[in-house]
């Protein structure tokens, strides 16, 4: 039950699009369509933005979209805006009721 | 307002026992799978355990299977942890965390919906 990958870090302007991967293996992300993604802004406890692959929570923007290929997810930020400086974890269920969350990525807008 | 207050948290010796508690209110409690998540400050998220609305289905990290326990009573809308044999790496800020549907069969699983503002374990000699 290693944790998934994610990149450190990624960053953008204002406006611009960011992907966040999410790398796991066939026994967690590859085999279930159960992955969620989380923004938590520093000194903020984690908020759900996309459960399920791609669906999103009521109130959360349209700008968070959220795919899966393989043993890969993908949080995609369409028109980036300054308020969506925050760490990003992805999260994946892993068979025998477990979970595993990613390593985690620091968003940053330039 | 859904809310979770979670307690019990402090300083504690390796090897010794501790167990955390959860206090929900604004939803109807027993329809709904929770789960711990822990966190070192300035650190990344771990799940540690989660449990079905009816305590069908239970399942735990690797890191704490075997010392930790994870339970609810729904009469009292409470979620609880026992950690046993505590270890210097179960320091962390820990999470109670409502899950967004009952249990993965519904077709949803493991959208950690709503999350209490954590009880902080300090696990040191």
């Known amino acids: 039950q290693s944790a998934l990958t994610q990149p450190r870090s990624v960053s953008g302007s204002p406006g611009q699009s960011v992907t966040i991967s999410c790398t796991g293996t066939s026994d967690d992300v590859g085999l279930y369509f159960f992955v969620s993604w989380y923004q938590q802004r520093p000194g903020k406890v984690p908020q759900l933005i996309i459960y399920d692959v791609d669906k999103r929570p009521s109130g959360v923007p349209d700008r968070f979209s959220g795919s899966k290929s ?5 949080l995609t930020i369409s028109g980036l805006q300054t308020e969506d400086e925050a760490d990003y974890y992805c999260c994946s269920y892993a068979a025998r009721y477990r ?3 990613g390593t985690g990525t620091e968003v940053s807008v330039l | 307002e859904v809310q979770l207050v979670e307690s019990g948290g402090g300083l504690v010796q390796p090897g010794r026992s501790l167990t955390l508690s959860c206090a929900a209110s604004g939803f109807t409690f027993d329809e709904y799978a929770m789960h711990w998540v822990r966190q070192i400050p ?7 355990a989660g449990i079905s609305w009816n ?3 239970i399942g735990y990290a690797d890191s704490v299977r075997g010392r930790f326990t994870i339970s609810r009573d729904n009469t009292k809308n409470s979620l609880y942890l026992s950690m046993k044999n505590v270890r210097v790496d179960d320091t962390g800020l820990y999470y109670c965390v409502k899950d967004i549907d009952y249990d993965c069969t519904g077709g949803t699983c493991f959208a950690l919906q709503v999350w209490g503002l954590g ?4 696990v040191s000699s």
């Open chain 1, 70 to 74: 393989g043993n890969t997810a993908s």
């Open chain 1, 99 to 101: 979970g595993v969350f």
């Open chain 2, 42 to 48: 300035g650190k990344g998220l771990e799940w540690v």
């Open chain 2, 55 to 57: 305590r069908r289905f």
């Open chain 2, 119 to 122: 009880t902080l374990v300090t």
